[in-house]
């Protein structure tokens, strides 16, 4: 199995940047997916950015121009590049990934803890 450790949430002003990283180690072949979801209160969650391996990328409509998602495949790990922020940035981001495992050669889907950004004033 794989462990997720995420880090760069905190507090920032509106228009205001920050950048979040997740960092996957384990048992892991293959990192097919790495990214970011958010949970606002209230809210569903929704997708924030996505790379995939071959590093194409997929961005929510409302963070497009904004974020920037990379990744280092020599750490397994995902960065994601926040700028411009909006107080309807504020949420809980959670790390994802869907990776195949190196020891089952079989398919999973993991979330980290979550890290709290709040754009505010």
């Known amino acids: 199995q794989a462990q997720l450790v995420e880090s760069g949430g905190g507090l920032v002003q509106p228009g205001g940047s920050l950048r979040l990283s997740c960092a996957a180690s384990g048992s892991i072949l293959t990192l097919l997916r790495i990214g970011w979801y958010r949970q606002a209160p209230g809210k569903q969650r929704e997708l924030v950015a996505i790379?995939?391996?071959?590093?194409?990328?997929d961005y929510s409509d409302s963070v497009t121009g904004r974020f920037i998602i990379s990744r280092d495949n020599a750490k397994n790990t995902a960065y994601l590049q926040m700028s411009s922020l909006k107080p309807e940035d504020t949420a809980v981001y959670y790390c994802?990934?869907?990776?195949?495992?190196?020891?089952?050669?079989?398919?999973?889907?993991?979330w980290g803890q979550g890290t709290q950004v709040t754009v505010a004033s």
């Open positions: 994802y990934v869907d990776f195949v495992g190196a020891l089952t050669n079989e398919r999973y889907n993991y």
């Open positions: 790379i995939r391996d071959g590093s194409i990328t």
